[in-house]
């Protein structure tokens, strides 16, 4: 079997691609990463009680992982653990990178 490598947000896997497509998944990290360290992104950006308040690290996130071509869902915790694993079965994996820990 192929070995492959999996983005996890908590226990879910988010992107998958194979071992040789790694420059994938360093971009996607990466990107992500990126949205993660803004606190501007935290900010709501409506205020108003009439209308609904949004955070835009949520959908910058999102919008990044559905972007890179490997992504397996379309949304996930971005206030979970995210941690990038290699798997050369689909019972064995060894993590190979801790993006962010739980929390904020």
């Known amino acids: 079997m192929e070995t492959m490598l999996r ?3 908590g226990r879910k896997v988010i992107a998958e691609c194979r071992a040789s497509e790694i420059d994938k998944m360093s971009a996607l990290v990466t990107s992500l990463k990126k949205v993660y360290v803004n606190d501007a992104a935290y900010e709501p950006t409506n205020t108003s009680y009439s209308e609904d308040v949004t955070i835009t690290a949520f959908e910058d996130m999102f919008s990044e992982l559905r972007k890179s ?3 397996t869902r379309d949304k996930f915790d971005i206030f979970d653990s995210l941690s ?4 050369t079965s689909p019972r064995d994996g060894i993590k190979v990178h801790t993006a962010w820990k739980r929390g904020f």
């Open 84 to 87: 990038v694993w290699s798997h």
């Open 7 to 9: 983005l996890k947000s």
């Open 69 to 71: 071509g490997i992504a």
